[in-house]
Structures are given as C-alpha cells and as structure tokens.
C-alpha cells in the first residue's frame, strides 16, 4: 500500500480536531439542501485527480440521490458565458426547477447574493456541496457557510481538482475549518440510515451509477430468483 504524508497529515488533523468537535453531526435528510458548484462544462476538463467517467457517475448519483430524498438543490455556475462553460447538461436536466445562480463574476458563490438567499431560502442547516475545483469552488463556499453558522459536508468523490497534491491539501484546509468530508456512497447510506425504507430503490441509485455494486445486485437477484424457483 502507497504510503500518502499528505493523506496522514489530513489524518491527524481530523483527530486533533476531533476533540472539541461534535464527534459525529450525522446527515439528516429533512434538514439537508444540496449545492452543486461550478460544475460546468468548461471547467470538467480541469479534473485530473479521478477518472473523469467515474467522477460524472459520483456526481450525477449523488443528484440522483438527492432527487430520491427529496433533498432541495441550489445550483451555481461562474462566468459561464466564458471559457468555463454551462452547467452540465446532465445535471441541470435532473433539476429543472431549482435555482440556477449564474455569478457574474464572484470567485467564491458566498460572495454572490442571490446564491446565498437562494441557500437560506431551503430552511435547511446542513449542506452537502460538490463541485470543481475543489481547492476553491468547493473550499470557500465551504468555508463561508461554516463560518456563516451552517453545517457543511463536502463530497469529496463528486469535487474534483488539477491534482491529488492539491485535492489533499484543499481536504485539510476545509477540515480544520470544520467542515466535514465524505464520498458519495457513505452520504447516501447516512441520509438513509436504515436499509429498510426501501432496500430495492436504494440499491437501484448504487447499481445504477457504481459498475461494482450493480455487480452485487446482480448476484443477490439471482440468489432471489434461485431460491424462488
């Protein structure tokens, strides 16, 4: 195993932190909004830290995720009547009904106004963010929301950036300022928190998007059919 300073430095960090933070703020998807940031078209050409198919797949389970809990979104481009882009299409066509910020030129979506009514407008505390580029679409609107007294969980498998190097470092950043990291399939299992509200529908939102995890569905529907035979 590839021994990472950065990933044990990220590491320690969290346990320091640990000790004056509430060790475990768990998801809740009643009061959960979601914030897909800059995710453009433009801009996706930029992410080299993951496979670029495996990345859409986090990032479109995920708003699929939140379409299934019913989880209201905000979403929020930068300049993209420039070289950034639109928003992808593919997320945008998910959520044709949520606000859809254009930032005419604000850096940090915090900065922009009508961003942060938008955000407050969903009456929810905590936030569940993505976006590109980690280290600074994802990390200041991160951090700005903190400060601005919110709970922030980053999905760290749907936000992507130039480099690992840098993914680690904007990880580190945004945990000792409080914010707390997850990937997609952990944020989904913790919003639903029992498999029994609906075990099928769940699984479905995995398969769909996860090549291993259809892989098991696979064999439990077989193990299903064998035993109904």
């Given at each position: 195993m590839r021994f990472s300073f950065t990933a044990a430095i990220v590491g320690v960090a969290a346990l320091a932190s640990s000790v004056t933070a509430?060790?475990?703020n768990r998801?809740?998807?009643?009061?959960?909004?979601?914030?897909?940031?800059?995710?453009?078209?433009?801009?996706?050409?930029?992410?080299?830290?993951?496979d670029p198919d495996l990345y859409l797949n986090n990032v479109l389970g995920l708003a699929e995720a939140a379409k299934y809990f019913n989880i209201p979104a905000v979403l929020t481009t930068s300049r993209e009547d420039g070289p950034n882009g639109p928003m992808l299409p593919e997320l945008r066509n998910l959520f044709p009904d949520a606000p859809l910020i254009a930032r005419p030129g604000q850096i940090n979506a915090?900065?922009?106004?009508?961003?942060?009514?938008?955000?407050?407008?969903?009456?929810?505390?905590?936030?569940?963010?993505?976006?590109?580029?980690?280290?600074?679409?994802v990390s200041f609107v991160s951090l700005s929301a903190k400060k601005a007294g919110f709970d922030v969980f980053v999905v760290t498998d749907a936000s992507g950036t130039f480099t690992e190097a840098v993914r680690d470092a904007s990880w580190l950043r945004m945990q000792q300022g409080g914010v707390q990291l997850l990937n997609y399939f952990s944020v989904v299992l913790e919003l639903?928190?029992?498999?029994?509200?609906d075990?099928?529908?769940?699984?479905?939102?995995?398969?769909?998007?996860?090549?291993?995890?259809?892989?098991?569905?696979?064999?439990?529907?077989?193990?299903?059919?064998s035993v109904s035979s």
């Open positions: 509430d060790l475990y998801l809740d998807m009643n009061n959960s909004a979601i914030l897909f940031i800059d995710h453009q078209s433009g801009l996706f050409s930029l992410i080299r830290d993951y915090w900065d922009n106004e009508d961003f942060v009514k938008a955000v407050k407008k969903t009456g929810k505390k905590q936030l569940i963010i993505s976006g590109i580029v980690t280290d600074v679409c639903a928190r029992d498999w029994r509200i075990l099928e529908g769940i699984a479905a939102l995995f398969a769909k998007r996860l090549p291993p995890y259809a892989r098991v569905m696979d064999s439990y529907n077989g193990a299903v059919s």
